[in-house]
């Protein structure tokens, strides 16, 4: 790991915690009514380990006196989970509604909120973090009109431990004291600024939608369509010192999309 506030070490270039690919498995089933699927995940995680590099000047490890890379070694830890998916359409087509659930752990990076998948334990192993995504969408459709909805939400279970101070995800002894406080951007003003004293650890977030589709005109010339959309957006965070953090986000979009005959 680097120093870089956490993140990916910038002097030795892009490597991943994961030594192997994520193996997806998945049935899927159309009897006469409706589809459905159900699918497992299973990935792998690792980490390397230096015992001895917190060593005083004055502790021997390894037969080396002071910090060193002696008895480093690697460290996996094995992820994955189970979900399901069902669609249904009734009223000639004219209505359609899904389900989709998923849960596990490490498997965060397989929502599209991107929650982390693992955190780090005091000896420095990593403990992959529970995580359980859900959706449900419904949709109507006409010759010209497709109306749709749809409410998520993407959970990482609070999974931390006690050393000489709380660490791991989401520890109640976080500070998150500088949460609310408007930080000044930087370079000029051309870089968010970063507040001071967040930890913010995601506990959940939660999204609902609703929008339609109308279609101008279909024909021998192609197609155009407009098509506005609401979204309503919560993030919402594990408790620390002092409280715990939220946001709420409004979002209005719209599309015109013309597509060659």
């Given at each position: 790991m ?6 990916y ?7 991943s ?33 230096y015992p001895c ?18 008895l ?20 000639k087509?004219?209505?359609?509604f ?11 990076r ?16 990593l ?7 859900g959706?449900a969408t ?14 998520g ?5 609070r ?16 500070n ?10 930087g ?10 004293n ?7 977030t ?22 506005p959309?609401?979204?309503y ?14 946001a709420?986000?409004?979002m209005?979009?719209t ?5 060659l005959?």
């Open positions: 680097g120093n870089s506030g956490g993140l070490n910038a002097f030795n270039g892009n490597y915690y994961n030594p192997s690919p994520d193996l997806v498995f998945k049935l899927a089933a159309e009897p006469g009514f409706g589809h459905y699927e159900v699918f497992g995940v299973w990935c792998q995680f690792r980490d390397r380990l590099a917190t060593n005083s000047t004055t502790t021997i490890c390894d037969g080396i006196l002071g910090p060193s890379s002696g480093a070694h690697n460290d996996s830890r094995q992820g994955g989970g189970f979900g399901a998916n069902a669609r249904w359409s009734f009223y087509k004219q209505i359609d899904g389900l989709h659930a998923f849960g596990g752990d490490g498997i965060g397989y929502g599209t909120s991107g929650l982390a998948d693992v955190t780090v334990r005091p000896n420095g192993t403990a992959p973090i529970r995580n359980y995504q959706l419904l949709e109507w459709h006409s010759p010209k009109l497709d109306v749709y909805s749809n409410l939400s993407e959970y990482d279970q999974t931390w431990f006690v050393a000489t101070k709380p660490v791991g995800y989401g520890a109640p002894g976080f998150n004291s500088g949460c609310g406080i408007e930080v000044v951007p370079a000029g003003g051309f870089a968010p600024g970063s507040p001071g967040c930890t913010g650890d995601t506990r959940n939660i999204e609902g939608t609703l929008g339609f589709w109308y279609r101008i005109y279909n024909g021998p010339k192609g197609k155009l369509q407009f098509g959309q609401y979204s957006i919560v993030k919402n965070t594990w408790s620390g010192t002092p409280g715990e953090p939220h709420v986000e409004n209005f979009l599309s015109f999309r013309y597509y005959p």
